[in-house]
């Protein structure tokens, strides 16, 4: 079944079609983590359902908010590198302890 465009989306794709959109990736790093999210995002063939705090869940739909993708597609991505051996811990100012908590201490 094929979707029509709304009005919004054919502006889009009249300025693709005329040139007049740029990339934002701006470095072949980018570009590569784009690819693997895409990879991830379209090669689920299984559902899980989890249970998490709601706290863990709020500071992963804000790191998936900062890299401009949906939260279930950074999860995947992030188990997917676990899974492979390729994930790496690196700190954010998202997730420092001190903030989490009294983050935890209010939301009691």
């Known amino acids: 079944m094929k979707k029509k465009l709304d009005q919004d989306e054919k502006d889009i794709l009249a300025q693709y079609e005329r040139g007049e959109l740029k990339s934002v990736v701006t470095s072949e ?3 590569r983590r ?3 999210y895409a990879r991830a995002t ?8 989890i249970r998490m705090s ?9 790191r998936a908010a900062e890299e401009g993708i949906p939260y279930q ?8 590198k676990f899974a492979t051996g390729r ?3 690196q700190r954010s100012s998202l997730t420092l302890p001190a903030r989490r908590t009294a ?3 209010t939301a009691a």
Request: aromatic share 2%; glycine share 0%; no cysteine.
């Open 29 to 31: 790093a980018s570009l």
């Open 34 to 36: 784009y690819r693997e």
């Open 42 to 49: 379209l090669s689920k063939n299984q559902r899980v359902n």
């Open 54 to 62: 709601s706290l863990d869940l709020a500071d992963i739909q804000a």
């Open 73 to 80: 597609t950074l999860m995947a991505s992030v188990l997917h």
């Open 87 to 89: 994930l790496r811990e």
């Open 103 to 105: 983050r935890k201490r």
